[in-house]
Each structure stands twice: as C-alpha cells, then as structure tokens.
C-alpha cells in the first residue's frame, strides 16, 4: 500500500507545480520546493520583458537568455536536434488562416503552452511601399522550460503574392521562457499594396520538460493577422500553397545549437549582365544559443549553376564585410553565449539563376580567451549554411537541381 501513497503525493506534488507555474512571483520560492522534492532539476525566476529600446536592452536580453540557459544546460547543446524546416509544419490552410473570412489586425495562438500574441500597425507609404510594425508577445502558460530558437513569417499583398522570411531567435535574442515568463519584440515589414496579412511559426527547443511531451522540439503557430491602412479588419486573400521543392532567397539551420539565417538580394548595379556577371548580396545573422562561447574561424560558400563548375569563396575568419562596407574580414569573431553577429558579403554567379551554400568553420573551447586561442586542442565543427535560391527576382522560387547535377557528373566521369 506504501506505494500508492508515493503515486497520491507525486501527481498531488505535479498539480500543484503546474497550478503555481501559472502565477507570477509569489509562487517562486514554493515551485522551488517542490522542485527540490521531486528532483525536476534548478527552477528559473519567472521574468517579464518587454519591447527592447535600444541596443543595450537587446544586449541585457542576450546575456539574460544565455544566463538562464547555463542554468539549466545539460547536456543540451551537443544531442541530436532537428532542422528548424523539419520541425516546422507548414501549413496554408486550417482554423489559424481564417480563408474567406475578415480578420482583424491581431491573432492569438497556444501551442504546447506557447500563446503568441501578434499585433499590426500601419506606418505609412513611402517610394510605393506600405510599412507595417508589428508587435509579439511570449506567454509560457504551460509547465516546460522552452527556448525559442528561430522564426518564419510568410507575408502575403491584396494580389496573393507571398514572401517568406527564416531566420534565427528575433532580434538577435534566443529567449529562454520558463513557465510564467513573458518576451516581447518589435519589428516590421513592406507590401506594395495597402493591405495584405501575415502569418508564420517559431521553432522552439524544450529544454526542461515536466509534461513529458514528445519529440523536445516543436513549432508553435502565429494564427494569420490582417495588415491593413486603418488597423482594422480586413478579408485579404490566403496566400496558395506553397511549393515546398523550391528554394528561396532565405534560408536557417542550426548546427550544434549555432543556428545561421541567411537571405540574399540581388545587386543589379553591382553587375554586368552583358557580360555574364550577376552579384548578390547576402545578409547573415549567427546566433549563439549554446551554454559556451564559441569562435567563428573559417568560412565557406558555393555558388553552383546549371552549366559549369561552381564558384567557391573560402577563407579564415568570418569573411564578407561586417555592416557591408570595407573588405573581406579574415579575423575571426569570438561569440559569448546567447550573442548574435551579423555580417554582409558578395556572392557571384556566371547566371542569373544560381543556388548558394556553404558553412562556417566553428571552434568550441575557446570561452574565457582571446578568439582562436586554444585551436590546436579544441574541437571545430561545419555550421551549415542552408541552400539560396539566387534569382533576378526576390519572390521567385529557384528548382533544386543539385541532385541531377551530382548524376550527370558522375554519369560523364563513368
């Protein structure tokens, strides 16, 4: 009989966490308690943060998020996870898009315990563009310890053309939310027409799990929102289905927890399209979400084409030229935990429909130094670069060819 009473005490211990994770600060000292009795592992203070104002805000955010992590790392940053693209669920139909109806300027969606909160405003038009800010907000009203590792919006115009943006964390933040916190970021966004939506997912990491849910990573939907001139409802067309073979001007993956978004642009006065030469630029943000600091040592990029061999940049340190100006950067760049960097560079192509990937070279074991100290004894790993679609035209999707390409070399070299 001893052991039902054991069975009574831990689901009496479990309700009680799960009813106190949901209040603010008052219940702290009590989750810890029960915590220590049942051996959930360390407990974070419940924190609310707002919109960061300035750099040194989204600075104290970082260093916050990465503090938290330390503390309840285990093991976490080196087990096997999966690509933000395969944990995402994409989906252009269902309950959140709201197809055919008129929906106001804000959505809320709970996922695992993860409630977003959007909410547009219109900016103004300038030069033909109408901006939009639009404001999310974080709620962890579950009893799992998640961190957000990167995002996805698919922004659609009144004619139903659609872009999408990847990229790491938001705003160089990887926010750790325990159970009762609350984040909050600002950011925004252009269409040319006056009304449009917007709607997108952010892949999360469970890094504490007192639920048991299964598999540690999931995305949590953003319900679509309309975007529109007088911040009211709008009935602005779904955007279609996407299709999924082709490849876009933005890409993210994570490696090892250092996760690296990437988009590129096509530079048409940086080119010579008489003479076969077409450069883009693209625009990469690194973000540390590791418990360690880690240093960023080498780099590489190919930009393959259909016909001919593909052109490869390589190099030390970051390359590219960091807030694009001056030359190619060979330093390495040494990243705290729970930091971002963000760098511009040139990529070439002898077509105007390429695809560019690469990596960059990653040195662990270099906390605590100068970057690069300590190479001959750390470990370095490849944080991939996911595949670019290079087009003349942003919202235009390119084939992923490479497959057939790797057959008829191989074919010519049989």
């Not at 093991?75 to 999966?82: A, E, F, K, N, V």
């Not at 990573?217 to 779904?238: I, M, T, W, Y």
């Not at 890409?251 to 003479?275: C, L, P």
């Not at 590219?320 to 729970?338: D, H, I, Y």
Request: net charge negative.
């Amino acid at each position: 009989m001893w052991w039902r009473w054991r069975v009574a005490a831990v689901l009496c211990a479990c309700v009680a966490q799960y009813v106190i994770s949901s209040m603010s600060l008052e219940g702290f000292e009590l989750r810890s308690v029960l915590s220590s009795l049942l051996d959930m592992g360390p407990v974070l203070e419940p924190v609310a943060l707002g919109v960061a104002k300035s750099e040194r805000e989204v600075n104290e955010q970082q260093q916050l998020s990465a503090e938290r992590l330390a503390r309840v790392a285990d093991g976490i940053s080196d087990r096997p996870s999966m690509q933000p693209d395969e944990v995402r669920q994409v989906q252009h139909v269902g309950p959140g898009m709201r197809c055919g109806e008129k929906i106001p300027p804000e959505s809320i969606c709970t996922t695992r315990g993860v409630e977003i909160f959007v909410q547009s405003k219109y900016q103004g038009s300038k030069g033909g563009r109408h901006s939009w800010a639009y404001t999310i907000t974080f709620t962890n009203r579950g009893v799992d310890t998640v961190q957000m590792l990167s995002r996805r919006w698919v922004f659609t115009d009144a004619s139903g053309d659609s872009h999408e943006v990847k990229g790491p964390g938001a705003r160089g933040v990887t926010p750790v939310l325990a159970p009762g916190d609350e984040w909050s970021y600002q950011s925004g966004t252009a269409l040319a027409t006056p009304t449009g939506s917007m709607h997108g997912s952010f892949q999360f990491d469970t890094l504490v799990s007192a639920s048991g849910e299964e598999p540690a990573a999931f995305d949590a939907g953003v319900a679509r929102l309309a975007l529109s001139e007088n911040n009211k409802g709008e009935q602005p067309p779904c955007p279609t289905e996407a299709d999924e073979t082709l490849l876009h001007a933005t890409s993210v993956r994570a490696t090892r927890r250092v996760i690296i978004g990437a988009n590129v642009k096509f530079a048409d006065k940086m080119s010579d399209i008489e003479k076969d030469l077409y450069r883009f630029v693209y625009d990469v943000q690194i973000n540390n979400a590791r418990e360690q600091a880690v240093t960023i040592v080498g780099h590489n990029w190919e930009v393959a084409t259909r016909q001919g061999p593909p052109t490869i940049t390589l190099g030390e340190g970051v390359g590219g030229q960091a807030g694009g100006a001056g030359s190619e950067m060979s330093t390495k760049r040494r990243l705290p935990a729970g930091e971002a960097f963000r760098l511009r560079g040139l990529l070439t192509s002898r077509e105007p429909i390429a695809i560019a990937s690469g990596h960059y070279v990653v040195l662990l074991g270099s906390e605590g130094g100068e970057a690069g100290e300590g190479e001959g004894q750390a470990e370095t790993f490849e944080a991939e670069i996911g595949p670019l679609g290079l087009t003349l035209h942003a919202t235009t999707g390119v084939p992923d060819w490479r497959g057939e390409r790797a057959e008829a070399d191989e074919g010519v070299g049989s």
